[in-house]
């Protein structure tokens, strides 16, 4: 039986027609699922929650270990060098003897002095003898008054020439005193700037030798300003212990307290300069030398903590990602406060109780779906020593 070619092209433009069909359901099926997985999808991220209690707590920061004193010692007078007495490197005590000048110039100067006083002093008291004796005569009216009064004037004036005359003295035996160069303070001497015959002058900018006091020894750091009111309250109370930390913090160097909070803060860096002073028997700290410096504070109470992990940085202020009742991410700027163990208390920005994240921030940003798992509660690295 023959099909004509109408139903022929009928059945045609019918198969493809459900062919069509078929394709554009099974697209937009596909579609709809894609959209859908999209939507149920979040961030994988754990979390933990802001505890409020009471948190023994510290300030860490990075530090300088500074001389207390520091002296650049040089020439009082000119003069040539005859005598180096010390060695580079080693302590000194106060008033050791450090470089002895050639002397000589300066004891005939101290020698002139002497004679010049002597020749003058003979001056005076044949003045004094002609003042006795014109004030006998003025009493017998036996000569003018005026007479008597000139030889009165010459009399101070001689007696004033005689008191310069010590001053000179004076001035020569300190000229030779400086001639014996000393050590102004304990220390330790650094390297030796001069050398035996060289002519120094008080003038000279590289002096002849540095002197730096170790003990004590003074440590300078920076801590940001919004922890200067709780720094400052405790302070007052009572002097902070201070640890110098190494600079990995596993090993306590030595123990002082904090001897200084400056009295402005650094406008440029937003952070208030201290210094914490340190007997430091063993020399174990040496100028110049960076440190990790701990100040040690009394116990905050109901304090907001958070694990350390938990905040990020920022150009304006740190802040917490805060996963709120419909598991999505809010970004919450903070204050972070001390250190207490692995944690950090947050001075303001959580009430405690809040949902942080503690890993799988750099996928988030606020407004992000998240699918959360809890945080094991990190354990403390290091023990926090009691104030």
């Known amino acids: 039986m023959k099909l004509s070619k109408s139903w022929i ?132 009216d036996s000569i003018a008054i005026q007479t008597l009064d000139t030889t009165r004037a010459s009399y101070e004036q001689l007696r004033a020439t005689v008191d310069a005359d010590q001053a000179q003295i004076e001035q020569a035996q300190l000229q030779l005193n400086y001639a014996t160069i000393k050590a102004p303070m304990d220390g330790r001497v650094g390297a030796r700037l001069v050398d035996a015959g060289n002519i120094v002058h008080p003038g000279d900018a590289n002096g002849i030798v540095v002197i730096s006091q170790l003990h004590p020894v003074s440590v300078s750091f920076s801590l940001p300003q919004s922890l200067l009111p709780i720094l400052k309250e405790q302070q007052e109370r009572k002097a902070r212990r201070v640890q110098a930390l190494s600079t990995d913090g596993a090993a306590v160097i030595d123990e002082g307290k904090l001897s200084l909070i400056e009295s402005q803060i650094d406008t440029a860096t937003g952070t208030i300069r201290c210094k914490a002073t ?30 350390a992990a938990a905040i990020q940085p920022s150009s304006q202020r740190p802040f917490v990602y805060v996963i709120d009742p419909s598991n999505t991410a809010q970004v919450r700027e903070v204050t972070p406060g001390p250190a207490s163990g692995p944690d950090t208390v947050i001075l303001g920005g959580l009430s405690g109780g809040e949902q942080v994240v503690v890993e799988g921030q750099f996928q988030l940003e606020a407004g992000k779906r998240v699918i959360i798992s809890t945080a094991a509660k990190p354990s403390a690295t290091s023990q926090v020593a009691k104030p």
Not at 47 to 69: F, G
Not at 96 to 122: G, H, I
Not at 280 to 306: C, H, Q, S, Y
């Open 278 to 307: 340190f007997d430091n028997p063993k020399e174990a700290l040496w100028p110049g030398a960076f440190v990790t410096i701990r100040v040690l504070m009394d116990e905050l109470p109901n304090a907001v903590t958070v694990p």
């Open 9 to 140: 092209l009928i059945a045609a433009l019918a198969t493809l027609g459900s062919g069509a069909i078929v394709v554009t359901n099974t697209g937009l099926f596909s579609q709809n699922t894609n959209t859908q997985g999209k939507a149920e999808k979040g961030v994988p991220v754990k979390i933990t929650i802001a505890e409020r209690k009471n948190a023994p707590a510290y300030l860490d920061s990075i530090a300088t270990v500074q001389a207390l004193n520091t002296v650049l010692v040089r020439a009082r007078v000119d003069g040539q060098i005859d005598r180096v007495l010390f060695s580079e490197g080693a302590g000194v005590k106060r008033g050791q003897v450090l470089v002895e000048l050639d002397r000589r110039p300066f004891e005939v100067q101290l020698r002139s002095a002497v004679a010049q006083k002597a020749k003058d002093n003979a001056q005076l008291e044949n003045a004094k003898r002609d003042l006795e004796r014109y004030e006998i005569l003025a009493r017998q």
